[in-house]
């Protein structure tokens, strides 16, 4: 089984300190793929994580998330497994709201819903591209710093598009961090 084979993938989380793991399963509850948090611990203790990587298999690298460091507004370059650029993403601040636009393969996409209860939809020229929803995994879980939440794609979405959509669903984890982090 891989990811791109998949058109539900549940997310589960575990963070502390130092770390922004994610387990991937597929609509069954089997494990297809896993993300590891890079960077120093040091540097992850202090300002989080900054770069996430999507395993599709042992040591096989699909998918980069790179929070690149910018004075004001976070910026983030999704990548495939190789480092060619496949969407970048940046969070916006508007009147009384925060705004976040992604740019991938030359589109632009519009979030939809409620980014930060992880209850959204990802759309493009076409359509929804991806629809993102918040699952309860129990209370001992959340005490436990870990958290579900499934990411549905559509059917016809290209391996490239794939990757920008869950490179995206990251990245807007690591703004939600961020922004927990610092208020």
């Given at each position: ?6 058109n ?90 925060t ?85």
């Amino acid at each position: 089984m891989t990811i791109f084979s998949q058109n539900t993938l549940i997310f589960q989380q575990t963070k502390n300190f130092s770390k922004n793991d994610f387990a991937i399963l597929d609509s069954s509850g089997t494990q297809i793929a896993h993300v590891d948090t890079g960077g120093s611990t040091l540097g992850r203790m202090f300002v989080g994580a900054r770069e996430l990587t999507v395993f599709d298999g042992p040591d096989n690298p699909v998918i980069v998330v790179k929070d690149t460091m910018t004075m004001g507004r976070d910026r983030f370059e999704i990548l495939d497994g190789n480092g060619s650029p496949l969407a970048s993403l940046v969070k916006r601040i508007t009147f009384f709201k925060t705004k976040v636009s992604i740019s991938m393969l030359g589109e632009e996409l519009e979030l939809l819903g409620s980014i930060w209860d992880f209850d959204f939809q990802i759309t493009g020229p076409g359509g929804v591209l991806g629809t993102v929803t918040r699952e309860w995994s129990g209370l001992g879980n959340a005490l436990m710093g870990k958290s579900t939440y499934a990411v549905s794609l559509a059917e016809n979405l290209t391996r490239q598009q794939r990757q920008a959509v869950i490179g995206s669903v990251l990245a807007l984890d690591l703004i939600r961090e961020k922004q927990q982090r610092n208020s």
